[in-house]
């Protein structure tokens, strides 16, 4: 069987009647930061080149703005700005001549961070920093033809179609529920009223760019809102979608508001595509669906079930931009699989920072961060397998250098090995086993239930020695820690020890937030299946009720046990998560009891419980079972013994700095050493 026959169906091109998809596998839009930095024209050129070489047949870029009051970024609207844009478009037509780029059209709308925003009522957002300005009837006209003219000047850019995003919150739908539409005039009201304006800007983009160019429509086929798109709304929104002129219709599923996660790494795989098989049948143009199809093999069973036309893979080609060149040649065992994290792309977007990827620090760095062959190969020692000795590790013997890497445990990983146990982070295997391969690919020598020690590292004679041990857990020095009711967080985790059925969690950073969920789950795993994320979110798949939520409170399932989790400091508990997956960790436990109190002092441990002062009251936890989950310390022993040898050595990951390390920072670090070492 040749390679791409293992994915027919994504290696079948898509005749648009005026031009053609070479394959179904699309890069979908994400506003990466690099569309705002000096010089982001060219650094956009070199990330998305990249892609197309990496096999993809489409690519949408981050959004673009059609005038001022539209926020996000440098608008288009005019030919001299169009002539920066071409600096992408070349790039990518030069890669790769038959990859298609389009360039999505973002109207933030009431999101818009300017006192200047629109939107149809003045109603603000909860995430919006202004009451938006209320179009008239000469503000609307003057969005559609801003929405125009941004197009035409997309097609004199090179590109080759736009995207409309009609999703999400955006300025288009805003028009469209009358949540945030309360207009009596023809743009409110009725739905035919509230749908007219994305309408009439499909309509009169597609009459300002000719017929023979793309034009994709992104509608809110489950917006999540209570009180949002009913089923028969969102049917006939794209009916009039399609009978406007656009010839791709794109299926989104959030609202940037809902109480509902649809891309974090606990929504399981494809989770979301049935919703897009089902619009499918009511259309004729190609449909394409989206959310958490992060390897080909998802995607060409999202195809075989009839769901979608194309897939759209976004945050996955941050991860590897060769996913789809490595799937065509049978190396689909070589993907850096996006674990749905959204540590350092949507966090970082949320975050005012420029976008990069958890596993792939190279992502949107394409011109600084760069893995060269090395001028004079070495012979390195790397000490530990987890996140930053195994990123160095392969970093350095894909630049040439002869690597040995060595690591106590009796598998690679490290601490992702206590990660992937948590209910919802299954995706961190997908990490392993890439590394696991990229081993065996790049000939890094590989030491599994070696202790590395300083005399046998120096009698070895290795050129340098990169400390990569990790850290020790922290054991705060408390009266009573060593009652046999206190448990460790890596005990806890492996099930070395027995968990009673009343537990305090001492520490609520990302590890205590697991914990609480390990212990409190029941039942399978929500990240993969989908009845059960449905049911434990709210989300009714097949009565489709409006926006596609129940609206009443979700039941989740718990392990019954009664958990407290405590922080010393004051600030909210689970305040220091991800910005864009914290809050559905916190609702989680929430919803199985999980009593979350900060501002704890902890006093002892003893048989009754642990003692602690709350906000200066004195407090009896009366558990069976104390874990703790109170940050770590680097461990550098080595370090040391090898510095006072006189051996060449150099620290990474935990066991260089412990303090806020994740595996974000670790295989960062670890890669930007290993391309200069
Ligand atoms: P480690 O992963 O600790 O690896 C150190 C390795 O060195 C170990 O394999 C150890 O066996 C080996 N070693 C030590 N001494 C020697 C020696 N002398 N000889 C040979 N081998 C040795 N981070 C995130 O970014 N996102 C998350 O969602 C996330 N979730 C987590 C969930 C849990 C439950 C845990 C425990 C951690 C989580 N982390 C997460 C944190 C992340 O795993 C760590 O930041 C990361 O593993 C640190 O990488 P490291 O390579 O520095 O150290
Ligand atoms: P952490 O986030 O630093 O949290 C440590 C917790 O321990 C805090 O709640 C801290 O809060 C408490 N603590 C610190 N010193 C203490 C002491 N002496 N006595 C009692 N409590 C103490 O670290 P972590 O939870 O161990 O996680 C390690 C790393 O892995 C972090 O960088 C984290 O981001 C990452 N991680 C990420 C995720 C994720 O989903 N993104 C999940 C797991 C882990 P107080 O000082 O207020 O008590
Ligand atoms: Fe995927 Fe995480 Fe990388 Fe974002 S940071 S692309 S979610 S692996």
Redesign the pocket.
């Known amino acids: 069987m040749t390679a791409t026959n293992r994915y027919p169906l994504l290696f079948s091109p898509l005749d648009l009647g005026f031009t053609r998809l070479k394959n179904r596998a699309l890069m979908g839009s994400m506003h990466t930061g690099l569309e705002d930095v000096p010089g982001g024209f060219e650094r956009q050129a070199a990330f998305f080149a990249e892609r197309a070489r990496g096999g993809v047949g489409m690519i949408i870029t981050g959004g673009i703005p059609p005038n001022e009051e539209a926020g996000g970024g440098a608008k288009l609207s005019n030919p001299e700005e169009a002539a920066q844009h071409r600096i992408v478009t070349e790039a990518v037509h030069a890669a790769d001549p038959d990859v298609k780029i389009c360039m999505q059209i973002l109207h933030t709308g009431p999101l818009a961070g300017t006192p200047a925003c629109v939107a149809p009522s003045a109603i603000r957002s909860r995430i919006g920093r202004y009451v938006p300005n209320e179009l008239d009837e000469a503000g609307i006209e003057k969005q559609i033809a801003d929405f125009a003219t941004c197009a035409a000047m997309a097609r004199l850019a090179g590109y080759d179609g736009v995207e409309i995003i009609g999703s999400a919150g955006y300025l288009l739908s805003t028009f469209l529920v009358e949540k945030t539409n309360q207009r009596t005039d023809q743009w409110g009201g009725s739905f035919e009223n509230r749908m007219r304006f994305p309408v009439e800007v499909v309509r009169r983009v597609r009459e300002a760019v000719g017929d023979d160019f793309i034009v994709i429509f992104r509608i809110a086929a489950m917006d999540m809102l209570e009180g949002g798109m009913s089923w028969d709304e969102v049917v006939t929104l794209a009916k009039a979608v399609e009978a406007a002129g656009a010839n791709i219709i794109s299926t989104h599923f959030t609202w940037h508001e809902a109480q509902v996660p649809t891309i974090a790494t606990m929504v399981p795989r494809a989770a979301f595509t049935q919703v897009t098989g089902r619009l499918r049948k009511e259309l004729s143009v190609p449909m394409i669906t989206s959310n958490r199809i992060n390897m080909p093999d998802v995607a060409e069973a999202v195809l075989e079930r009839g769901d979608a036309d194309i897939v759209s893979m976004a945050r996955p080609m941050l991860a590897d931009p060769d996913l789809v060149l490595k799937a065509a040649e049978g190396r689909e065992d070589e993907i850096n699989t996006c674990i749905a994290?959204n540590?350092a792309c949507l966090d970082h977007t949320f975050t005012g920072q420029l976008v990069s990827c958890l596993v792939n620090p190279r992502a949107c760095r394409e011109t600084e961060l760069t893995y060269a062959p090395a001028a004079a190969p070495k012979r390195l020692a790397v000490v530990g397998a987890g996140p930053a000795g195994l990123s160095y590790a392969t970093v350095a013997a894909q630049r040439g250098h002869k690597v040995t890497l060595f690591d106590a445990a009796a598998d690679i990983g490290g601490?992702f090995n206590l990660?992937r146990r948590?209910p919802g982070?299954e995706e961190f295997d997908e990490t392993l086993r890439y590394y696991r391969r990229m081993i065996e690919v790049l000939g890094v020598e590989l030491r599994l239930n070696t202790q590395a020690d300083p005399d046998s590292l120096k009698a070895a004679g290795f050129d340098e020695v990169i400390v990569a041990t990790g850290?020790e857990?922290?054991r705060?020095?408390?009266e009573g820690i060593d009652h046999p009711k206190v448990v460790g967080?890596i005990d806890a985790i492996l099930g070395r020890k027995p968990i009673g059925q009343r537990v305090a969690i001492?520490?609520?950073?990302?590890?205590?937030?697991?914990v609480a969920e390990l212990i409190t789950h029941s039942g399978p795993s929500a990240a993969l299946d989908i009845d059960v994320f449905a049911k434990e979110w709210g989300v009714d798949f097949k009565n489709h009720p409006r926006g596609g939520v129940t609206g009443v409170t979700p039941v989740v399932a718990s392990s019954g046990r009664e958990v407290t989790l405590?922080?010393?400091?004051t600030?909210s508990v689970g305040k220091?998560?991800?910005r864009t997956?914290?809050w559905t960790?916190r609702l989680t436990l929430l919803r199985r009891g999980v009593k979350m109190i900060?501002g704890?002092e902890?006093l002892r441990i003893d048989d009754e419980g642990l003692h602690a002062l709350v906000a200066g009251e004195p407090r009896l936890f009366e558990v069976d079972t104390v874990i703790?989950?109170?940050?770590?310390t680097p461990l550098r022993t080595l370090y040391d013994d090898l510095q006072r040898q006189g051996v060449k050595a150099s620290l990474v990951g935990g066991a260089f700095e412990?303090?806020?390390?994740?595996?974000k920072?670790a295989i960062d670090q670890a890669s930007r050493l290993a391309a200069v070492v």
């Open positions: 994290c540590q601490q990660a948590i982070k850290i857990p922290r705060p020095q408390l967080y001492m520490g609520a950073g990302g590890i205590g937030f697991d405590l922080q010393r400091k600030d220091g998560l991800g997956t914290g960790h900060s704890v902890y703790v989950c109170a940050g770590q412990a303090a806020e390390l994740d595996a920072r």
